[in-house]
């Protein structure tokens, strides 16, 4: 999906997506007595037959943990690869419109070079839905992340807060900072506002909603694949040169599974530990110190920096 559309694949005609009635097919149906507690849509270049074929790798098993259904909209390419995602997911967003019928629910929104991370855990999906259909003012929930450590300068919190809980697996961040959209899960009002002809598009898919994306699923469920496996004309940065190196890198599993962890939890234990040294040295009281840390660490803790 990240190559975009040209023209949107209708029954006869070509039109602007916004306008457009998606074509997309029904892939598997692992839901019970046709209800499925998520349905996925991932929007699909015909042309891109590798990338269907890593998607399908593992797909069926995801949908089968999850009693989803999966549908494959039907997108082509375009040369203005920028709009096309824009296009393309606003097709996604109609699929889903249709398949509530007029109701209130979620849907997986995932682009084709995507891929579970390394600590994915499908059963996360159901916490974020829940948590997604309370919150529908937050239109999206992130379940996949931007491979660099964002949170060292916007720190995240988890979402259930007490002292007395663990804390949920939504995080929120203090401000909006741009993700990806390799895989949102999105509210049905999400789709209609993108699905509306008055809709005023000002940038790249995910820049336009950048000051919202602030809340995400971690562990991060998914990830984009590298630039090797999954090029893109989407980013020319990203086609050579530092740019593919950078997206080589840091999609490489281990990789962006260190920096989601940094994301979690290396803003307040940086924030922490620096005083906590400057007051050893101070006292030249390791005990001082380490009572020092502990307290910190509870106050954080309950704050849900976790």
């Given at each position: 999906m990240e190559d975009g559309v040209s023209r949107l694949q209708v029954e006869e005609t070509s039109a602007h997506a916004s306008n457009a009635t998606p074509a997309y097919d029904l892939i598997l149906d692992a839901s019970d007595n046709g209800t499925?507690?998520?349905?996925?849509?991932?929007?699909?270049?015909?042309?891109?037959?590798?990338?269907?074929?890593?998607?399908?790798?593992?797909?069926?098993?995801?949908?089968?943990?999850?009693?989803?259904?999966?549908?494959?909209?039907?997108?082509?390419?375009?040369?203005?690869?920028?709009?096309?995602?824009?296009?393309?997911?606003?097709?996604?967003?109609?699929?889903?419109?249709?398949?509530?019928?007029?109701?209130?629910?979620?849907?997986?929104?995932?682009?084709?070079?995507?891929?579970?991370?390394?600590?994915?855990?499908?059963?996360?999906?159901?916490?974020?839905?829940?948590?997604?259909?309370?919150?529908?003012?937050?239109?999206?929930?992130?379940?996949?992340?931007f491979p660099a450590p964002i949170a060292l300068v916007d720190p995240e919190t988890s979402y259930s807060t007490p002292l007395w809980e663990y804390g949920s697996n939504i995080y929120q961040k203090l401000i909006g900072t741009c993700e990806l959209a390799q895989a949102m899960l999105d509210h049905t009002d999400h789709a209609a506002r993108i699905a509306d002809p008055d809709f005023a598009w000002v940038a790249a898919y995910d820049d336009q909603f950048a000051s919202e994306m602030k809340h995400v699923v971690y562990p991060s469920i998914f990830q984009r694949r590298t630039e090797d496996e999954t090029a893109t004309t989407a980013t020319p940065f990203f086609q050579g040169g530092l740019g593919k190196t950078l997206r080589n890198i840091c999609f490489m599993p281990w990789v962006y599974t260190t920096i989601d962890v940094i994301n979690a939890h290396g803003a307040w234990f940086s924030c922490l530990l620096f005083p906590v040294i400057i007051i050893a040295c101070l006292t030249g009281d390791l005990a001082i110190a380490a009572w020092c840390f502990a307290a910190g660490f509870v106050v954080c803790w309950s704050l849900g920096f976790r």
């Open positions: 499925a507690s998520i349905p996925v849509f991932v929007g699909h270049a015909a042309e891109n037959t590798e990338r269907w074929t890593q998607m399908m790798s593992w797909l069926p098993d995801f949908i089968n943990s999850i009693s989803g259904a999966l549908y494959r909209v039907n997108c082509t390419m375009e040369q203005d690869a920028i709009q096309g995602v824009i296009d393309c997911h606003v097709l996604v967003a109609r699929a889903a419109l249709e398949y509530y019928q007029g109701a209130e629910g979620v849907y997986l929104d995932l682009e084709d070079n995507c891929m579970p991370s390394q600590r994915a855990d499908f059963s996360l999906l159901e916490e974020a839905k829940a948590t997604l259909l309370a919150h529908p003012e937050w239109y999206f929930i992130h379940t996949s992340r």
